[in-house]
């Protein structure tokens, strides 16, 4: 019994000096996080010095994101119960429309996440104010290209030539084409009298432009109309190569002609429709030893 008595104050003896020994090292360890912090390390995870991940629920604005929410900068603006099991975006809770519906949650925190495919802009094209020359090119293409197909009719209410230099032969006034201006107004009712007779005539399109085929393109406010004014780069000599995708060039088979600075403003409504068009086609007529240029002026207007 004594024996057993002796070991058994051994083992408790044992017993207290580890307990001592874990407390002190808990206490030296507790010591160290508080006095030089968090060495980036948890569960077997090295993060980088600087990493604080954090959930913090703020509420969202009106018609977006939360108020509070931004690029990742060590918080996050989305509470962990906006997300499903999988990790994913939960769009039952929330809808934005510049968040991507499946963005994990590492992409969201990194930055990585966007619009989905195909997804509107923010904001609305009517506010745009500032354009590219492709961008103004695109818009007044969209809204000239449904003219034919859309409006009621169009109608031509003046037609203007002009003498640039020389002078214009009076061989050419037998098809009708003198300097002044006719107001004797031409109208076009209907998809098939569209086609035939706003510019270009004979074609299903009123641009067919592309961005190389252009020297200038803007767009300036009208009220709730936006004007886009376009310069075409000039035709290759003798040719229409670029204006005949813009206007209704001219067929007089005496001379080579090329036009050389063609210029379109066109009028775009608020719900994107062209209402109004004024071209200008400076033309350059080379016959044998003579020369002479013109511009021809057109304006119309469009109906829906």
């Known amino acids: 019994m004594k024996h057993n008595s002796k070991l058994s104050r051994v083992f408790v003896i044992l017993m207290a000096l580890s307990m001592v020994f874990m407390l002190t090292a808990c206490s030296e360890a507790t010591s160290n996080f508080l006095k030089y912090g968090w060495d980036y390390e948890a569960n077997g995870i090295q993060y980088e010095p600087g990493f604080e991940y954090t959930y913090e629920y703020a509420a969202p604005a009106p018609g977006g994101y939360s108020a509070g929410a931004s690029a990742y900068s ?158 075409v780069k000039d035709d290759n000599p003798g040719t229409y190569s670029n204006s005949s995708k813009c206007v209704s060039t001219i067929s007089i088979p005496i001379g080579t002609w090329t036009c050389k600075g063609v210029t379109l403003r066109g009028t775009i409504d608020a719900n994107g429709r062209l209402t109004s068009l004024y071209y200008k086609m400076p033309t350059y007529v080379t016959q044998g030893s003579d020369a002479f240029a013109f511009s021809l002026e057109q304006n119309w207007s469009v109906a829906y």
Do not use: H
């Open 74 to 231: 060590g918080s996050s603006a989305y509470a962990s119960s906006d997300y499903d099991t999988a990790g994913d975006y939960d769009t039952d809770t929330y809808a934005y429309g510049d968040l991507d519906p499946n963005a994990k949650v590492s992409d969201i925190l990194g930055g990585k996440t966007g619009k989905p495919a195909g997804a509107a802009a923010p904001a609305a094209a009517a506010n745009k104010t500032s354009y590219t020359a492709a961008e103004a090119l695109e818009l007044y293409k969209s809204a000239a290209n449904k003219v034919k197909s859309n409006a009621k009719s169009a109608t031509r209410t003046s037609e203007t030539i002009k003498t640039i230099s020389g002078s214009i032969p009076s061989l050419y006034s037998t098809f009708g084409f003198k300097e002044g201006t006719n107001t004797e107004k031409v109208v076009a009712s209907g998809s098939s009298q569209l086609r035939e007779k706003f510019p270009v005539e004979g074609k299903n399109y009123t641009c067919n432009l592309s961005a190389s085929d252009i020297k200038s393109a803007t767009v300036s406010n009208n009220g709730s109309s936006k004007v886009v004014t376009i310069v």
